[in-house]
């Protein structure tokens, strides 16, 4: 089983700022199935980004995300107060697909 | 457009089971797997298996192996989980996530809330 360790746990940022989150995984993830995930209370999961770096359907460019192999990122310029979420990455191109445990994003 | 439509919550005694609903409008339910993904309040999300709706194929993770069932009916587009012997510790929402394997689950149903209380 693959393992994706997200860090930080929790990140304090003021809106306007940049946030960088990472992934790492035990094993090679394909950059191909990598994506990450924005969660809001109360709702589902929003796909932010597949294929490691491509933007989903509607998302603004503010997000942004790199990495291969083991060590993934997730980039998001210039904070917006609804930016502020729990994050998630995926990998699922290898059986069974796994979450990471998830990265907070509060307003400091 | 896509939507999963899960039904509605449910409040289950330890030792019973539950069997969730998703049915899925906006697309062609054979052209796509359908995965169900777990949150147990406050927590992460848990990936629990798939099903094919073009045959009927299933791969469940090994935590939930024997408890599990995903089914579907493709005459009305819907799929469902059903979970077995269900524990205080299966309280969760539940949710439907539509896999496409270019992008990975870019549609989710709305989740559905399973309380396991005595």
């Known amino acids: 089983e693959i393992v994706l360790t997200q860090s930080p746990g929790t990140l304090s940022l003021s809106p306007g700022g940049g946030a960088t989150l990472s992934c790492r995984a035990s094993?090679?993830?394909?950059?191909?199935?990598f994506a990450w995930y924005q969660q809001k209370p109360g709702q589902a999961p929003r796909l932010l980004i597949y294929?490691?770096?491509s933007r989903a359907t509607g998302i603004p460019d503010r997000f942004s995300g790199s990495g291969s192999g083991t060590d993934f990122t997730l980039t998001i310029s210039r904070l917006e107060p609804e930016d502020f979420a729990v994050y998630y990455c995926?990998?699922?191109?290898?059986?069974?697909?796994?979450f990471g445990q998830g990265t907070r994003l509060e307003i400091k | 457009q896509v939507q999963l439509e899960q039904s509605g919550a449910e409040v289950k005694k330890p030792g019973a089971s539950v069997k969730v609903s998703c049915k899925a409008s906006?697309?062609?339910?054979?052209?796509?797997?359908m995965h169900w993904v777990r949150q147990a309040p406050g927590q992460g999300l848990e990936w629990m298996g798939w099903?094919?709706?073009?045959?009927?194929?299933?791969n469940y993770a090994q935590k939930f192996q024997g408890r599990v069932t995903v089914t579907r009916d493709t005459s009305i587009s819907t799929a469902y989980m059903e979970l077995s012997r269900l524990r205080s510790d299966d309280t969760a929402v539940y949710y439907c996530?539509?896999?496409?394997?270019?992008?990975?689950?870019?549609?989710w149903g709305q989740g559905t809330l399973v309380t396991v209380s005595s």
């Open positions: 996530a539509r896999g496409d394997v270019a992008v990975g689950f870019e549609y």
């Open positions: 094993q090679t993830v394909s950059s191909s199935y």
């Open positions: 099903i094919n709706p073009n045959g009927g194929g299933t």
């Open positions: 294929g490691a770096s």
């Open positions: 995926l990998q699922y191109g290898s059986s069974p697909i796994t």
């Open positions: 906006g697309y062609t339910f054979t052209d796509y797997y």
